[in-house]
């Protein structure tokens, strides 16, 4: 008996860590795990995990110390191995030109051009 009782000890102490951690704001909205992910540490320059909380990185690390991160409202991304890397996206058009094509050329295909 005295087994069940430190298992259910055991049990309630990790949901109240559990719990404690999320009330603290630890908790990522989303991780993504089982990646590839090369980082700029010259002493870790490879890691499995990321966690994401709004917009911002919190954690690179290894899949073992991901799971602090992870909530009941967090979405788990599984990438099975695949490398993932940050990217900056920038969305630019030239408005004079692309005007002018709209109007001066024949619009051969399927899909509107906005």
Sequence with gaps: ????????????LSIFIFKTIEINGQIAD???????FHTVDAENSWAEAI???DGTIQYVGSMSDINTYIGSETEI?????????????????HPLSTAYA?????????????
């Design 1 to 12: 008996m005295n087994n069940y009782r430190l298992l259910y000890l055991a049990l309630l």
């Design 51 to 53: 966690a994401i909380e």
């Design 102 to 114: 709209h109007n001066f050329t024949a619009i051969l295909y399927d899909f509107i051009f906005l």
């Design 30 to 36: 989303f991780v993504l795990i089982n990646g590839q």
């Design 77 to 93: 991304i599984d990438l099975d191995g695949k490398f993932a890397m940050p990217a900056f996206v920038e969305s630019h058009l």
